[in-house]
């Protein structure tokens, strides 16, 4: 299957700062990708819709000015939580569509 | 709006034993898709099998099978053969067949398979 590569897969950042995540399709092109957030033990939540080229699409109740969404090449998308807060940690995940979604590894942030 | 729901937070199986996972979805299209996810302590999201609305037959994949009851909009997932590697989440997930084409997730299943 095809390959999404996310990095960092943990960082732990202070408050106050910036963090980017990246999302890479290895072996294939993607025009859309998107961004989860998970909670320990609970779903996945869509964050944001990624499209190359154009603006993201932000689901309801996702601040656009926090989570900074760049999705600059059919291959790269990237997340950044922009002055990060402790109630922002969680385990971030992307994914990509080929012919299927295809997820990154995740990435963990913890705000300390 | 479509929801996905997995109404057994937790489920334990034998080792070599079969497991059923349920899953009911409400939505009101006609053209859609249905995936297993499989989310192991790794938390790598592994897709497990996925059925196209439009076809009868049910999926399957080697010892993962489905029964696709698309009146009743039920999806449930059955696992025969159970190995201790096929404990983790098993998410049930709905995508529709146009627009942004992002999933939606039940809340997930704990399978626990015991020695």
């Known amino acids: 299957g095809a390959v999404v590569s996310q990095h960092p897969s943990w960082v732990i950042c202070k408050s106050g700062t910036s963090v980017k995540i990246e999302c890479r399709s290895l072996d294939f092109q993607a025009t859309t990708m998107f961004w989860y957030r998970q909670f320990p033990k609970q779903s996945l939540m869509l964050m944001a819709t990624s499209n190359e080229g154009s603006k993201a699409t932000y689901e309801q109740g996702v601040e656009k000015d926090k989570f900074l969404i760049n999705h600059a090449s059919l291959t790269l998308s990237t997340l950044t939580v922009t002055s990060a807060h402790p109630e922002d940690s969680s385990f971030y995940i992307c994914?990509?569509?080929?012919?299927?979604?295809?997820f990154g590894q995740g990435t963990r942030l913890t705000v300390v | 709006a479509q929801t996905v729901t997995q109404s057994q937070p937790e489920m334990s199986v034998q080792e070599a034993e079969t497991v059923t996972l349920s899953c009911t979805y409400d939505t009101s299209e006609s053209d859609y898709y249905l995936f297993w996810y499989k989310q192991p302590p790794s938390r790598q999201m592994i897709l497990v099998i996925r059925q196209e609305a439009y076809k009868q037959q049910n999926a399957t994949e080697n010892r993962f099978s489905v029964n696709f009851q698309k009146a009743a909009k039920s999806f449930s997932l059955k696992i025969s053969d159970s190995q201790l590697g096929d404990a983790a989440m098993y998410f049930c997930a709905y995508r529709f067949q146009g627009g942004s084409e992002k999933l939606v997730f039940g809340k997930g299943t704990k399978l626990t398979v015991n020695p």
């Open positions: 994914s990509a569509k080929a012919t299927e979604a295809f």
